[in-house]
T-cell receptor, first 110, second 112 residues
Framework: GDSVTQMEGPVTLSEEAFLTINCTYTATGYPSLFWYVQYPGEGLQLLLKATKADDKGSNKGFEATYRKETTSFHLEKGSVQVSDSAVYFCALTLNEKLTFGTGTRLTIIP | DGGITQSPKYLFRKEGQNVTLSCEQNLNHDAMYWYRQDPGQGLRLIYYSQIVNDFQKGDIAEGYSVSREKKESFPLTVTSAQKNPTAFYLC???????????FGPGTRLLVL
């Protein structure tokens, strides 16, 4: 079946560091790809998405590019802030089902 | 104020008791979903509904029930048959099945 694999956390960075959270997927077709963010005690917020190969999703300084050749959708940010501390979920949708990775907890230290 | 509301934020269940979690939306979305989140894990689909008066089981439907009598509402009942109900429950909606899903703030269910 379809699946999403995320880099295991937790990830701890200093403020203003460069962030990469790896995400790869396995799917039988051509899924849409998403990153969601979950702040402590809250629901998930859509961070960005890409619907076809080579699309780049971006929002709030975060970016991810849909790479069909490597089946990847890595999340990046050039300079993280303390307020970016959260759990990040990579997900795909295909055949009307949304499949999540297990999440990566990110902590930013001042 | 548009969006998805879930209530209550925290809910306590006694052994053998059924409890109902509320999910309401005013986004005019057709599809609604219930997910369960356990610590350190991703989300697992419990039930979903594409239209009023219709719903389908997800991956972990046992011990849960739903109804969809109105487009705006998709309540989830956690029955006494669910032996491990302690979790964070998230409701989501999308304008159609397969489209981008948007999530509510969640309800944390604890067993006394």
């Amino acid at each position: 079946g379809d699946s999403v694999t995320q880099m295991e956390g937790p990830v701890t960075l200093s403020e203003e560091a460069f962030l990469t959270i790896n995400c790869t997927y396995t799917a039988t077709g051509y899924p849409s790809l998403f990153w969601y963010v979950q702040y402590p005690g809250e629901g998930l917020q859509l961070l960005l998405k890409a619907t076809k190969a080579d699309d780049k999703g971006s929002n709030k300084g975060f970016e991810a590019t849909y790479r069909k050749e490597t089946t990847s959708f890595h999340l990046e940010k050039g300079s993280v802030q303390v307020s970016d501390s959260a759990v990040y979920f990579c997900a795909l949708t295909l055949n009307e089902k949304l499949t999540f990775g297990t999440g990566t907890r990110l902590t930013i230290i001042p | 104020d548009g969006g998805i509301t879930q209530s209550p934020k925290y809910l306590f269940r006694k052994e053998g008791q059924n409890v109902t979690l509320s999910c309401e939306q005013n986004l005019n979305h057709d599809a609604m979903y219930w997910y369960r989140q356990d610590p350190g894990q991703g989300l697992r689909l419990i039930y979903y509904s594409q239209i009023v008066n219709d719903f389908q089981k997800g991956d972990i439907a046992e011990g849960y029930s739903v109804s969809r009598e109105k487009k705006e509402s998709f309540p989830l009942t956690v029955t006494s048959a669910q032996k491990n109900p302690t979790a964070f429950y998230l409701c989501a909606t999308s304008w159609a099945e397969g489209e981008t899903q948007y999530f509510g703030p969640g309800t944390r269910l604890l067993v006394l």
